[in-house]
Nanobody, 111 residues
């Protein structure tokens, strides 16, 4: 059974940092395209960052320069580090490795 489990969310003040983790069981992240999405209340789910099989990374403009997506193949975990958090980063963050989704982790940034 495949599971993607996100963790690391929480309540943080604006300007703070968080590192989100996505741990996988039953499926490997190595050499795979893995992405982080987020969905804020009343808004559509949006792609935040992705890492390709060869390690190529991409970011949505709103987090570019203050976020890093990375992968630990030995642990089968993908991370999303977000610095200089803003209230508009508040959302549920989801890990996606097609066709699977995690359950999400809530990030709340207070002003």
């Amino acid at each position: 059974q495949v599971q993607l489990v996100e963790s690391g969310g929480g309540l943080v003040q604006a300007g703070g940092s968080l590192r989100l983790s996505c741990a996988s069981s039953g499926i490997t992240f190595s050499l795979s395209f893995v992405a982080w999405y987020r969905q804020a209340p009343g808004k559509q789910r949006e792609l935040v960052a992705s890492i390709g099989g060869a390690g190529t990374t991409n970011y949505v403009d709103s987090v570019k320069g203050r976020s890093t997506i990375s992968r630990d193949n030995a642990k089968n975990v993908v991370y999303l580090q977000i610095n200089s958090l803003k209230p508009e980063d508040t959302a549920v963050y989801y890990c996606h490795r097609s066709p699977y989704w995690g359950q999400g982790t809530q990030v709340t940034v207070s002003s």
